[in-house]
């Protein structure tokens, strides 16, 4: 049973309070004092958390009476678009709030009004600060919009919105043309992404007839996304929902950093830190796994597309993780790690546990903004810019004990360690894979089950291995800037940060501990326990999903792997880094590998070998040739003959007389020549069976026929220009058949002989419906009929038309008609004479009314 | 008897140009109030046909009288859905056109705001003119006026860029005379009288064969002036030598024409042709969206860099305007007035700095955003409406074309080679972000590099009033496009299915004659219509 | 002797004249060349009136051209002369100062 | 009851001419002998296009209608002619003046070339076509060669003499012989034995070869038009510009007047065997040859004697459509050339306003920046190569618009002939567009001086007149429209 509430003017508020900071501190921020700045920067956004947490609460207080309650708000009809089948689409600017949404506000306001509050520490020494919490309340703004928009197209206000903040946030020290470069990259592979958001976004419509989240669900529910999507020459056709979800997936791996678009992330920490834990951690980049969730129940249709998502997201786990492991520098490490983690997340929803994917979404928010603030927080201490590198860090536990104690709560939740956070979400994902070898009757799923666990597990171990090399390396053993040698040391006497700073620190990271118990496992490991789950209960309103497996071996399996692999990670660890000042890995792997690693595995450099590079030369080139080439071809080469051959002309204008009057006697020779010699243009005209052929009348001319051009003239000289004749059975010369292009009008003449004669393919067949080996049809005269036939058939496809008779095929209308030969001699005053002869097409039978007349007298029949 | 508020339209800036031709040289202050003066009130009266109900599809303000009785040329007007939005955009633009230049022009006042005057009539009479000898004049009007800005305002190639301007646009109108006769005489001999008016002579169908040729001629007019791919090279050149508010004024609406000119005149003339061609036209369109935005992204000169830009955009109307359905049309059409905001505007910006710095080129430039913040924020949110953010109007315009694009030709929506031109021009999207943003970079990020930048004076008060309007245009058509689009949609709905009757009539005639489409129109309502272009199965013997 | 006999000679007179016009250099000598020519036309006419005797059309033209070759004669060598004061000469080869 | 009325216009200038011929030899002062001239012109201008709304003309004694026809057709060529020559002949009152050599047998000549001209547009005799070709063709070899100190002006006149004299000897020739095929001098008979089929077909196909040439070569159609250039550009510029107006629209006249007069029977118009598409042909050449040759020229007034040839190319375009439709296309040749005639002088006018003693402007080079320093003195300048150019609106662009409508609406291979026209014209454009160039946007090199413009109220009066016209002609062409039409339809009914 569904439940709409309708306009909760709530919604809007919530949006319009950071909006609403955003223009103000946009516009006149730079002359408020920076005290009304804060107010502004961050009240508007605490308030917009407390009109989230009220809408909350009345969501959930109607969570008894309709199994899908949602709150919606109708702002406006933004346009509408008008399908071919007539039905107008509005687009309206509407907002809902569901279990879903609702859950993704709270925690966007929330965590984000933390790393506001966190930011007024920051941030607050930086002269563009008042720039800085307007692009921020933006984002909020944006985030929000992407969060409530009940329809896709209002979801893509904030989509695009959010990626625009990214571009202004991590180009926010603009003067260092590299951060900037990093914000363009962002948005540029986030448009990549975009453009399949666009075309997903059509075909959701085009078969939905609607925008709204919940229409397309319904639709999906229904089946209608069943049919075949024909691609194009290569014969497949998979179904039109598995084509839309490749295509938002695309989007998704764009906003959410996956392969092959995670490439912007990393580059993203040239932002300032709060940025990267705000956006580029908790809230924008989950958004493809939302959109996920969002439209569960269209994904769930498609194993196809499940499957590209699921082993999608473990490659990305493993390649980030992998990555992680050997990087040198605290945002960096944070920043595959968050790569890594949306791998997991994507990995759940491509199993079909989209519920647990989201809950790793609401985990990971705390943990990992907590980490990163934490690194802030190091690298504010410190006074790190930039980036901060853990090799030069150590020991900062004494000096930094919040900092020390949140990001220790924040690694240990992230590693999955028993009873935090990350524990329970990733075993729910583990579980969710685990769920999938035991498909026995669905050979896809159950390998891709497999090839999930087995990556996820891998990428569980590297996750607790790396993150704890950065919390051993960075708090433990000594401070390695102390004595203030190595190159750019960082200061020497590190401090803890202010209140502002930590308090979200201590929020968040009680919040990585705690929260985990939102979403207790279905069923206890071992003890095979049955436990309520609040979080399943909730997000069933809202999000589809496949069934939870209630089998203790599965449980147990996707548990211990879980729990292996967080051990098997911190040990590692443990063993190699603690209180270490070196990096022990470099002996442990082989150096190559760690250094391409390292390297990322290039995989920036790959991407503009092969696709950038080629791109930016096509454009070189284009760029030269437009000018060039092009120019020269539609302009100048043009005016160049043009100006030449009057060049050439004017040099006809010697200046002597003799020549001039020569020209003019060549004139006259011209004209002359024109009268002396006769012209005859032959034109006939049909009246019942007879043919009345005439030729124009010249001054002095005189004229004689031969209709049927035998050879004998029938008429003799005479003044008349014309005759008239009628023609029998003999003088046929063949038979020519006319096409007419339905739809062009075009119209085409085909001799036609005994032997099969292909017909022009255009003709015939609709250049869409056209195969690349059609040659459409082929045809031949057979006695009185013509026979049509698709080349290769057998005898008996072939279509038999009579002659004298219209017919249709394919796309042309086809007639025949025998044709005749005329002659006619003209003889002019001057005596000279001239013979022209014209092939007529004659609109009726000959002999009428038997067509057997009409049988050729050779092979070659028209010439 | 209504107020002819189209014929004062028209009348005022010529009465101005020649008020402004008599005033003495010296009075350059008054010259200018003056010119702005006029065009001011040509905006208050242009916002008055905004005021007319556009719910139903005909012409409203019509005023038609003889010109020259004995070849049935009359002086007819009115506007449209189709028409108005361009009106406003040109009366719109005009004026601040005009205003921005006067930061750069310094001579010869007195002919420019002269020019200016005689180039806005030109425009809106060939938005207004409902009768094809005067949509001609007009045509060819505007085009004197604009070489002479070019050509004696411009840079330093600007006489061989206003001859070419002038010279590619004549060559392909030329052609379009001769088609336009055609068309008159071939009604002639049908009815009996000559007759230019559009209306009349809609009644005339045409066979298939001459519909081609004749619209290759309107196409030839109307793509040079898009610019479509490959007639696009003279627009690089015009709009790198034109001074500023030549540049605003060409491409802001003088492109439009081309666009309206095949909405206009072409498609409803030549159904059948329009049907067979249109495609290749869109897939050119496609072609220069891609082109112009691999051609846009190496320039080094801002202002090529935007006229390439405009090859693209305009190859995104192009695509909407064939793909012969509602959305895509409305699309489009509201594309070309974003096109002109945007583009408009970002040549109203290139124009600040190049009359700060008398340069263009991006390798002079970085780090602005630290010496002109004001500057920098009016490009970031010119760029975004530039590559269709969201909430901007250049997402509407390209979110309908691309939608129509991809409904286009078949019940579902995916046509294979519509489905292929929609997934290619999507990716112009991708590359606009690209271009526009590599500007954005190279002009405000990094640090200030050049010394004379360094001393660079953020926007004035009279850059900063003439960005303002197109600003609030930005974001009104971005976030409440329905106010635009509800004027526009009912016309646009009647052109489709007057289209569809149109060309079912042409390709079934094999002679020219005359229908009388209102009453066609109902019986082809009331057989419940017939899929377009598509064949029934039957018709496929396969 | 019929009329083809006159036209036979006056075509001959005329391509005479013609050549020479072509063929000279002295613009005397073309002028001849015309006179000549005009002469011709003169011969046709009065062949032709023979044909024609209802009136005097042929004959009264003829009297016309012979009147009007002299005018011509007159302007023409009152141009000659004016050249061969510019020029020192009446080549018409040397008048080659407008050309292209 | 008949009555002179209808030559009255002819009469008026031989009077004219002689009462100045008079004045001029017995005064000694400098009469203002150009405001007279052009008086008398003007006001025979008048007549004839008074004569020409009224509609009724009084029968004229049949020993004048037996050479001259009184009819509108003739009227409409008045009043071209006259208003031609009398603007031309205010150009010279300032050109001359300036230039120094003003004498008064220039206007003498100048209304004895108008009378023989208008002869010539009236002639519907073989022999009043001779008469009248010579009157005015004498009278512009001496116009030619009246700088007779100048070694242009001489070679320009010897040119147009000897080709001149050679084409009247063929068109004479041609006469001849069409008198010999059909036993008539005048065209009416002519046309009747003619379209009766019963002239002999021989002579008759060799009388109208010759008599094209040696009409086509007045009009300047290529390839008779070789003289053009260079006459044009030796004479004096008012000169010039009353050959290109009124001297051509003679030629055109008496072209209408044979072709579609004495062989405007379908035979001998026919598309395929008759004269039409000799016309085409012809017209083609002169188009694309008039407009190519023009392109690469250096000198304002040899490029616009070339375009000239171009103008007469678009011409021939409405006299080939007459074979189909016979009064629309030869009333689309009449207004092409009150258009062309008004554009014209508008054009050669201002070029010479723009030079001044001892400076006269001829060459691009000659005009570069004079434009912006001379604004209102260049502003004719680019409303007169704008209408050459055809675009509206103007009188150039109405008058094309016209020629070309003609030659669609006769439809066929004609559509073709009309889009090439198109094309040429467009190439036209562009050096027509290089005189705005110079005028508006170039300046001139280091040494060289800028143009200063001639102060002249008669060349300004010239201007003023003419440059109204043409845009009167462009935006309200009704009325010349109505008279070009009642024109044509009285000679091809």
């Known amino acids: 049973m569904q439940l709409e509430v309708p306009q909760q003017s709530l919604l809007l508020l919530i949006i319009l309070f950071p909006l609403g900071g955003a223009i103000i501190n946009g516009l006149i921020g730079r002359y408020m004092p920076k005290g009304l700045v804060t107010v502004v920067g961050v009240g508007t956004v605490a308030v917009s958390f407390a009109l989230a947490v009220a809408s909350f609460i009345e969501l959930y207080g109607l969570r008894h009476e309709a199994e899908q309650a949602t709150l919606t708000y109708h702002f406006y009809e933004w346009f509408s678009l008008k399908l071919p089948a007539g039905d107008v689409v509005p687009v309206n600017v509407r907002f809902m709030m569901d279990s879903l949404g609702g859950i993704m506000t709270l925690v966007v306001t929330g965590v984000g009004g933390l790393i506001h509050l966190y930011s007024v520490g920051y941030m607050g020494e930086d002269e563009g600060y008042a720039r800085f919490m307007s692009f921020l309340n933006l984002f909020m703004a944006s985030m929000l919009i992407l969060v409530l928009g009940s329809s896709v197209p209002v979801m893509f206000i904030g989509w695009e919105g959010v990626g625009l903040c990214s571009y202004l946030l991590i180009g926010f020290w603009y003067e260092n043309r590299d951060y900037a470069s990093a914000g363009r990259k962002a948005f540029v592979v986030n448009r990549i992404g975009d453009f399949g958001v666009l075309i997903g976004m059509f075909i959701l419509v085009g078969v939905a007839g609607s925008f709204e989240f919940t229409d397309i669900n319904a639709a999906a529910m229904g089946g209608q996304f069943r049919p075949d999507f024909p691609i194009w020459v290569s014969g497949v056709a998979p179904s039109l929902a598995t084509v839309a979800c490749v295509f938002l997936f695309l989007g998704c791996t764009g906003k959410s950093a996956q392969i092959p678009l995670y490439v912007w992330l990393p580059d993203a920490m040239a932002g300032p830190t709060p940025v990267s834990a705000l956006i580029h951690a908790a809230t924008m980049v989950t958004a493809g796994v939302y959109l996920c969730c969002r439209l569960s129940p269209l994904f769930i249709t498609s194993d196809v597309a499940m499957s590209i998502i699921a082993v999608t997201g473990t490659l990305t786990a493993l390649l980030a993780a992998s990555i992680a492991v050997v990087q040198r520098e605290m945002k960096k490490i944070l920043a595959y790690s968050t790569v890594s983690q949306l791998g997991f997340m994507f990995a759940a929803v491509g199993v079909g546990f989209f519920a647990a994917g989201f809950f790793h979404v609401f985990t990971h928010a705390f943990f990992k903004a907590c980490l990163f603030l934490g690194a802030g927080s190091v690298m504010h201490a410190v006074h790190a810019h930039g980036d901060a590198d853990i090799f030069k860090l150590g020991g900062l536990k004494k000096d930094l004990p919040i900092t020390r104690w949140t990001f220790l709560a924040s690694c240990l939740a992230i590693a999955g360690f028993p009873l935090t956070s990350g524990f329970f979400s990733k075993d729910e994902i583990l579980l969710g894979a685990a769920a999938q070898i035991y498909r026995r009757d669905d050979p896809l799923m159950t390998s891709v089950g497999w090839f999930t666990l087995i990556g996820l597990s891998l990428a569980a171990v590297m996750t607790a291995f790396y993150m704890f090399r950065l919390y051993f390396l960075t708090f433990t053993g000594d401070y390695r800037s102390a004595d203030q040698s190595g190159d750019h040391p960082y200061d020497a006497h590190p401090h803890e940060s202010p209140p502002s700073m930590s308090i979200p620190l201590i929020v968040l990271g009680i919040g990585a501990l705690v929260v985990g118990f939102l979403g207790l496992p279905h069923v206890m490991p071992i003890t095979g326990m049955h436990l309520p789950s609040w979080w399943s209960e909730w997000m069933h309103a809202s999000v589809a999903g496949r069934p939870v497996p209630e089998e203790l071996h599965i449980v147990n399996l996707a548990s211990g792997l879980a729990f292996g692999a967080m051990a098997i990670g911190i040990g590692g660890a443990w063993v190699l880094y603690r209180n270490k000042n070196t990096d022990a890995l470099t002996e442990t792997i082989p150096a190559r590998l760690y250094q391409l690693a390292f390297d990322k595995w290039r995989v920036d450099e790959l991407y503009a070998a092969i696709i950038v590079n080629p791109i930016k030369k096509i454009a070189t080139v284009a760029g030269r040739a437009d000018m060039t080439f092009v120019d020269a071809l539609m302009t100048r080469l043009p005016s160049f003959n043009v100006r030449e051959s009057g060049r050439i002309l004017s040099r006809m204008q010697s200046g002597v007389v003799q020549m001039y009057a020569a020209v003019m006697v060549v004139g006259v020779v011209a004209v002359l020549a024109w009268f002396w010699t006769p012209h005859s243009h032959i034109e006939a005209t049909f009246e019942d069976t007879s043919v009345e052929l005439t030729t124009p009348q010249g001054i002095g001319y005189e004229y004689r026929w031969d209709a049927n051009s035998d050879g004998e003239f029938d008429t003799q000289w005479d003044r008349v220009p014309g005759t008239t004749f009628e023609y029998a059975r003999d003088d046929i010369r063949g038979v020519a058949v006319f096409l007419s292009n339905v739809q062009s009008g075009v119209e085409r003449r085909v001799r036609v002989t005994e032997d099969w004669t292909p017909l022009p393919v255009e003709s015939v067949v609709p250049a869409d419906l056209r195969s690349p080996h059609d040659t459409g049809f082929e045809v031949r005269v057979d006695g009185q009929d013509l026979l049509f036939r698709r080349p290769g058939a057998r005898t008996k496809g072939e279509i038999r038309l009579p002659m004298g008779r219209d017919g249709r095929l394919g796309l042309a209308r086809v007639f025949a008609r025998p044709v005749v030969e005329a002659t006619v001699e003209v003889r002019n005053a001057f005596g000279n004479t001239r013979r022209a002869t014209k092939e007529i097409a004659l609109p009726f039978s000959v002999d009428a009314p038997s067509h057997a007349s009409l049988m050729p007298m050779t092979r070659e029949v028209v010439r | ?542 | ?100 | ?493």
């Open chain 3, 1 to 100: 002797m019929g009329v083809g006999t006159y036209l036979a000679l006056a075509s001959v007179l005329f391509g005479i004249g013609a050549v020479g016009f072509l063929t000279r250099r002295n613009m005397l000598i073309q002028l001849m060349s015309i006179e000549l020519m005009l002469n011709s036309v003169n011969v046709v006419l009065l062949a032709f009136n023979r044909a024609y005797p209802a009136n005097h059309d042929g004959q009264v033209f003829a009297f016309f051209v012979i009147a009007v070759a002299a005018a011509e004669a007159a302007v023409g060598l009152a141009i000659l002369i004016a050249y061969y004061r510019i020029k020192k000469t009446i080549d018409t080869d040397d008048a080659s100062l407008l050309k292209y």
């Open chain 2, 1 to 542: 008897m209504t107020t002819q508020y189209l014929t004062w339209l028209l009348a005022l800036p010529a009465i101005s140009a020649l008020v402004v031709l008599l005033m003495p040289r010296s009075w350059e202050t008054a010259i200018k109030r003056f010119s702005i003066g006029a065009m001011l009130v040509e905006l208050v009266i242009s916002i008055r046909l905004v005021l007319a109900d556009y719910s139903d599809a005909g012409y409203h303000f019509v005023e038609h009288v003889t010109w020259v009785e004995s070849f049935g040329i009359s002086y007819k007007v009115g506007v449209d859905g189709l028409s108005l939005w361009l009106v406003i955009l040109t009366t719109l633009l005009s004026p601040i056109a005009l205003y921005a230049s006067w930061g750069s022009i310094t001579t010869r006042i007195k002919e420019y705001a002269f020019s200016f005057l005689l180039l806005e009539l030109g425009m809106l009479g060939a938005f207004v003119a409902l009768d094809l000898f005067l949509f001609y004049v007009f045509w060819e009007l505007m085009l004197v006026p604009m070489y002479l800005i070019i050509g004696v305002w411009g840079g330093k190639d600007r006489v061989y860029a206003a001859v070419k301007f002038f010279l590619y646009t004549m060559v392909g109108s030329l052609l379009m005379l001769i088609a336009i006769l055609y068309v008159v005489s071939s009604y002639q001999k049908l009815a009996g009288h000559y007759t230019f008016d559009l209306q009349e002579l809609s009644t005339l169908v045409l066979p298939a064969l001459p519909q081609y040729l004749l619209f290759a001629a309107f196409a030839l007019a109307f793509a040079i002036k898009v610019p479509m791919f490959p007639f696009h090279t003279w627009l690089p050149d015009a709009h790198v030598q034109a001074p500023t508010g030549g540049s605003v004024i060409l491409a802001a609406v003088l492109l439009k024409l081309g666009i309206y000119g095949f909405v206009r005149f072409a498609m409803p003339l030549f159904p059948v042709a329009s049907e067979a061609i249109g495609p290749i036209l869109a897939g050119l369109g496609v072609v220069g969206i891609i082109y112009g935005a691999y051609t846009a992204w190496v320039q080094r000169d801002l202002k090529k860099l935007i006229a390439y830009s405009s090859v693209s955009h305009m190859g995104f109307v192009l695509l909407g305007l064939f793909a012969m359905n509602r959305t895509g049309i409305s699309g489009a059409m509201l594309q070309m007035i974003n096109h002109g905001i945007s583009t408009g505007a970002l040549f109203l910006l290139v124009g600040a700095i190049y009359d700060r710095r008398h340069s263009r080129m991006l390798d002079d430039f970085g780090g602005l955003a630290k010496v002109m913040p004001w500057y920098a924020v009016f490009f970031v949110i010119i760029t975004m409406s530039s590559i269709g953010l969201p909430g901007t109007n250049g997402f509407i315009g390209e979110f309908m074309i691309l939608a129509g694009s991809f409904f286009s030709r078949s019940p579902i929506g995916f046509g294979s080679a519509w489905f292929i031109m929609t997934l290619l021009a999507a990716t112009g999207v991708v590359f606009a972000a690209v271009y526009m943003l590599h500007a954005v970079l190279r002009m405000f990020w990094g640090r200030v590099v050049h010394a004379e930048n360094e001393s660079l004076t953020d926007l004035n008060r009279r850059e900063v009033l003439s960005l303002l309007p197109l600003i609030v245009m930005v974001f009104w058509i971005g976030l409440y496009p329905k106010f635009f689009l509800d004027k526009m949609n009912p016309a646009v709905d009647s052109f489709v299915s007057e289209f569809t009757v149109r060309y079912h009539e042409g390709r079934r005639t094999s002679e020219p004659r005359l229908v009388d489409f209102e009453e066609l129109a109902d019986r082809f309502e009331a057989a419940g219509g017939l899929a377009m272009a598509q064949p029934t199965d039957e018709e496929v013997a396969r």
């Open chain 4, 1 to 493: 009851m008949s009555s002179l009325m209808g030559v009255s216009p002819l009469l008026l200038l031989v009077a004219a001419g002689l009462a100045i011929m008079l004045v001029d030899a017995f005064t000694k002062e400098r009469a203002e002998l150009a405001l007279v001239t052009a008086a008398s012109l003007f006001v025979g201008a008048a007549l004839a296009g008074a004569l020409l709304v009224s509609g009724d003309i009084a029968p004229a004694p049949d020993l004048v209608t037996r050479y001259l026809a009184v009819d509108r057709l003739g009227l409409f060529f008045d009043v071209v002619i006259c208003v031609g020559a009398g603007l031309c002949a205010l150009l010279a009152g300032g050109y001359l003046r300036e230039h120094g050599f003003e004498r008064g047998e220039f206007y003498v000549l100048i209304i004895f070339t108008a009378f023989g001209a208008m002869v010539l547009a009236r002639a519907v005799d073989l022999l009043s076509i001779f008469l009248g070709l010579e009157t005015m063709s004498l009278g512009a070899y001496a116009l030619v060669a009246y700088r007779r100190t100048s070694a242009r002006a001489v070679e320009g006149a010897v040119k147009y003499f000897l080709l001149g004299s050679f084409a009247a000897a063929i068109l004479l020739f041609g006469s001849a012989l069409l008198y010999g095929a059909t036993g008539h001098t005048d065209l009416a008979g002519i046309q009747d034995v003619v379209a009766a089929g019963e002239a002999d077909a021989t002579l008759t196909i060799l009388a109208l070869v010759m008599l094209i040439v040696g009409l086509a070569f007045k009009v300047g159609a290529v390839p008779f038009h070789m003289w053009v250039p260079d006459s044009y550009e030796g004479a004096a510029t008012p000169v010039t510009t009353f050959m290109s107006v009124g001297v051509k629209a003679a030629a055109v006249a008496v072209l209408v007047r044979v072709l579609v007069g004495a062989f405007g029977d379908p035979v001998s118009m026919s598309l395929y065997t008759g004269w039409t598409p000799v016309i085409i042909v012809l017209s083609i050449a002169t188009m694309v040859y008039g407009n190519l040759a023009a392109l690469v020229q250096t000198s304002v007034k040899r490029m616009l004697a070339y375009s000239s040839i171009a103008h007469a190319g678009y011409i021939l375009v409405g006299l080939a459509a007459a074979h189909e439709v016979g009064s629309f296309a030869v009333s689309s040749v009449l207004y092409y050339i009150a258009a062309y005639t008004v554009s014209n002088v508008l054009a050669f006018g201002s070029l010479i306003l723009m030079g001044s003693k001892g400076k006269e402007a001829v060459s691009y080079d000659d005009l570069a920046g004079a434009g912006r320093r001379h604004p209102m003195a260049a502003f004719p300048f680019v409303i007169g190569v704008l209408s050459l150019l055809g675009m509206p609106p103007t009188a150039g662009f109405f008058g094309k618009y016209y020629v070309f409508s003609a030659a669609v609406q006769a439809g066929g291979p004609m559509i073709w002939l009309a889009v090439l026209g198109v094309l040429a014209s467009a190439v036209g454009a562009y050096y027509y567009l290089k005189v705005i160039v110079y005028l508006f946007m170039r300046e001139p090199e280091e040494d060289q001086p800028i143009a200063v413009p001639m102060q002249s109220m008669y060349v300004v009066a010239a201007l003023v007149l003419s440059g109204y016209y043409v845009m009167k002609m462009g935006i309200t062409p009704s009325r010349y429209l109505d008279w070009a039409v009642s024109a044509a339809s009285s000679f091809v009914g």
